[in-house]
């Protein structure tokens, strides 16, 4: 059945990691009687294993809620609910959950309070122009200061501290006012039931039995099972299969009106065929004439790593992995590429750490293939020295995503590097230190805002690559945990970069190799021969470890060779558990990567960066 | 007795006429070693910090309880024996070994190890070492050997175990430099074991061995050297030297892991090693095995030579090991339990009612292979060509190659460099 406008209200919760978006949801599911005590679980609306593993949200989700306010005596409300994720990789998921409501739900943890995620998702939320309703949550924590952090939440959206509602999404307390707020406040969905039917697609996920699965929201018009619908971007044509809502599991309906939430499948063989952010209209004659909606901007990777597999043998495996991964998430890429150390891969391309994490762990978990990752690294834009653009007669600009690739220094005319604006919240106490780790990092301050007496926001700019490394935990240490991040891509700025190789055994190793800037090339070099030594288990000769511009050596280390490795003794009862032993370490032998006539363990390759950091420590 | 086990694919070069040779008749290794049996005694009087052999500390017992607690364990140990060996030599031999008859071969050689078997009263020690003969034939030469610590000798001592036919003693000497001795928590001063092995000599005893440890944190280099001139200066015919090993769960472990004792340095112990080789060989030793030298090949050790020949024997008592043709097996570490299980199995046969066993393994070619080599590679001369293991062509290059191993009349052997390197020689050959 399809509900009256006027009687629908989408809504998202939106807020800082870990602040208890999806324990709201499951208190709303259980209030509505969605889901049975039997099959209630935390988190219910997080499905996939690594969400319920880590606790996280990654996808964002959607629920249809119908609700009845207390002496309401008319008909019932349609709530749909969005659950959207709280880690800075996945904000773009949030972005898209705005762009398909009218309001939104801005939950703070009264412990913590704001956060700079719940700054840039109240933004984001200012921006798309939605009904926020605040609401303090984990009042039932003896840690909690709702008060204070009414006071910090009014300052900055404006209004009285003492409208924000308080509630514990995990004893239940205050939830129904918040279904009541929502009721009342936000304003039901705008669109014309008579027009030409408009739809938009805010996600598409690839099901392995049913093919793609599009999530829409009806905006004009109507759809139902069996209509012929066209995809405005992609030109795809074809019939609704099926038609369904999320209560919260999916279950069949006969149509789905103006404002209204659901999802559809059709013969979409790709995700890609599917674009989040098209529209979906009825195909036939009036197709042409109708206006696309506003769109999404597609998320853009930020972060890319080289994926190796450790046998070659498995590359075959490794592409499809990649293709089968890509089919229901659009926002990682990768091409093909070779190195010399480690033969054929791929570059793929990450929304953030947490992404490349999360891909990697599929992989091993859903396909067991051993990887070798390569140290996180962003694209630059190169421009080369005296080679014109023949259509533009601009000066040509390459993108270097892999530091291979970067061509000789003679050849170079700039290197300009990817940037973020931060955005940093930090308790007043931890300014100094914030602004010193920022600026080891190459930052530039933009801004400085007390948000109130004791939290204090600070904006910079900083090179991307400053903080693909080790700066999240740095940031957490320096300040007790209590300041946190936020960051949106900022320009390109030219700097003066040089590549920095690592050489085993005097042959370089291109999967070292790393794009850095001049003034920290010598720490750098300093440190990432001195890990390597750690990394590298010594083998039966001396092997240098050198790092070098170009060609000049900077720095220089050396894994002295392997003396003995059998002076224990080896009587009766140690014969058993010295043939494990030897069993154990030809295991472990199948996870080094030979790299010339040096064996390199696989995890040397993301270590021996990620804990060198910048030189700002 | 389960049927003949399948014809396992042996990954060899060439189809060598009769490929198994190397298993089932081989020239100097397995049963061409000679029989052994292997008597464990757990009693220390404390376990020093850096140990994890099956020991069991007394000295905290009052008198009575540690009376009877030994009473009972040689009691035990001597009712194991005799039940394995009424068992018959094929209720210990794994399925694939139907060439052997239930006859158990003459004993080459017997070791009593521990722990601290000295700790025993005599007439209970020799009553252990009795026991072999009593079950099995004690060939007319054979070895037999007791571990002994420093402060536990005695004239009276050896001379009960001479008379007992104990042919050769080994004391725990360790180091000859006080605080090392302190560090290692022993319980002798360096006078103790050179005292000891006089004893033991004018008891009549001929063969003594002392044993050593090196690369303890703190021992200098010089204080080594000066540990291998007193070695030399004891007048015994047979050392073994150990680079400390730090084992995680024995109380130096624990130490190392919070920082509180510096950890072994490998290039250290390396250079002890060294050294120890240079002394001693200087001094008429042949380094005949990776950790042990001896005054000329008669005072090897022919008890572990038969481990590293991967020959057979019993292993009865607490945590002894047991092997025989790819089969082996164990016995609880516990001392009151390894006593309880005996006791309670009263008199029924081995395999009946409760048992002391902790566990028991029959290894396949692959394994069988891996184990001749490591330990067979571990001696001086290596390994008969009738005694290899088949090994794949390339694997054999790349240890060659790698200078690891090379070939001399046909016999496969460590070179010098590759004798300590042996895991990844062996490792390379197993590829
Ligand atoms: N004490 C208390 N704990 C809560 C409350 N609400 C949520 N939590 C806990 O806070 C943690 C995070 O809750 P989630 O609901 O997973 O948070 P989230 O905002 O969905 O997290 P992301 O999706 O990762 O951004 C869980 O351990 C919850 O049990 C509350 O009202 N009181
Ligand atoms: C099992 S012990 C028994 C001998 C006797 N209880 C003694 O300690 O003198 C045999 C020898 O093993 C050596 N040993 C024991 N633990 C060791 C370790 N952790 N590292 C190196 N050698 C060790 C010692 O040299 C010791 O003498
Ligand atoms: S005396 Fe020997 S067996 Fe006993 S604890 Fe010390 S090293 Fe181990
Ligand atoms: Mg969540």
Known sequence: MTYRTERIRNFCIVAHVDHGKSTLADRMLQLTELVDVRHMRSQYLDKMDIERERGITIKAQTARLPYKPLGDVADEYLLNLIDTPGHVDFSYEVSRALNACEGAVLLVDAAQGMEAQTIANLYLALEADLEIIPVLNKIDLPAARPDEVAREIAAIIGGDPGDVLRISAKTGEGVVAVMDAIVDRVPPPKGDPEGPTRALIFDSIYDPYRGTLVYLRVVDGELKPGDRIRLLATGFEGEIDDLGVHAPEETAIDALGVGEVGVLSAAIKEVSEAKVGDTITLAGRGARTVRPLPGYREPLPMVFSGLYPVDSDDFPQLRDALDKLRLNDASFSFEPETSAALGFGFRCGFLGLLHLEIITERLDREFSIPLVTTAPSVRYRVTLEGVVDGDTGEPEVIEVANPQDLPEPNRIAEIREPTVNAMILTPTTYVGSVMQLCEGRRGTMVAMDYLTEERVELRYQLPLAGIITDFFDQLKSRTRGYASLDYERGEYLAADLVRVDLLLNGEPVDAFSSIVHRDEAYAFGKSMTEKLKELIPRQLFDVPVQAAIGSKIIARETIKAKRKDVLAKCYGGDVSRKRKLLEKQKEGKKKMKSVGSVEVPQEAFVSALRTSGGTGD | ?431
């Open chain 2, 1 to 431: 007795m389960s049927p003949v086990s399948p014809p396992r694919v042996v990954t060899t070069p060439a189809a060598r006429a009769g490929d198994r040779d190397w298993v089932r008749s081989p020239v100097e290794c397995g049963p061409a070693a000679g029989f052994g049996v292997y008597l464990h005694v757990p009693f220390c009087h404390h376990r020093c910090g850096y140990c994890d052999f099956a020991v069991a500390a007394v000295g905290g017992l009052d008198p009575a309880r540690r009376d009877d607690l030994e009473g009972r364990y040689v009691a035990a140990i001597r009712t194991d024996l005799a039940r394995q060996v009424a068992a018959g030599r094929r209720a210990h031999a794994p399925p694939d070994a139907e060439h052997l008859d239930d006859r158990w071969p003459v004993v080459t050689s017997v070791f009593v190890g521990g722990g601290t078997p000295t700790l025993l009263s005599p007439e209970r020690l020799a009553s252990v070492i009795a026991s072999v003969g009593e079950e099995l034939d004690l060939a007319a030469d054979a070895e037999v050997t007791v571990e002994a610590n420093p402060e536990t000798a005695s004239v009276e001592l050896f001379e009960t175990l001479a008379a007992v036919g104990v042919t050769r003693v080994s004391i725990g000497a360790q180091s000859f430099t006080p605080h090392v001795l302190a560090t290692l928590e022993r319980e002798h001063t360096p006078a103790g074991p050179l005292r000891a092995a006089a004893m033991a000599r004018e008891a009549g005893i001929a063969e003594i061995s002392l044993d050593l440890i090196y690369g303890t944190p703190g021992e200098t280099a010089e204080e080594w050297d000066d540990t291998l001139a007193r070695v030399l200066s004891a007048d015994v015919d047979h050392v073994s030297a150990y680079a400390l090993t730090i084992h995680d769960g024995t109380p130096f472990g624990r130490r190392v892991a919070r920082g509180l004792l510096p950890d072994v340095d490998e290039d250290v112990q390396a250079q002890r090693f060294a050294a120890l080789q240079q002394v001693l060989g200087a001094g008429g030793f042949e380094h005949y095995e990776v950790s042990n030298l001896a005054r000329g090949s008669r005072s090897r050790s022919r008890h572990n030579l038969l481990y590293w020949r991967h020959g057979d024997y019993l292993g009865v008592g607490a945590g002894a090991h047991g092997h025989l043709a790819g089969r082996r097996w164990w016995s609880t570490r516990s001392a009151p339990r390894y006593v309880h299980a005996v006791t309670s199995a009263g008199g029924r046969a081995w395999g009946e009612g409760a048992t002391p066993l902790a566990g028991s393994e029959v290894l396949d070619d692959a394994q069988r292979a891996a184990e001749r080599l490591f330990l067979g590679l571990r001696v001086r001369e290596g390994l008969h060509p009738g005694d290899l293991p088949p090994i794949q062509p390339l694997a054999l290059e790349d240890a060659l190659a790698a200078g690891l191993v090379e070939i001399a009349c046909g016999r496969l052997r460590c070179t010098e460099a590759g004798w300590f390197l042996l895991d990844d020689a062996v490792d390379r050959l197993t590829a």
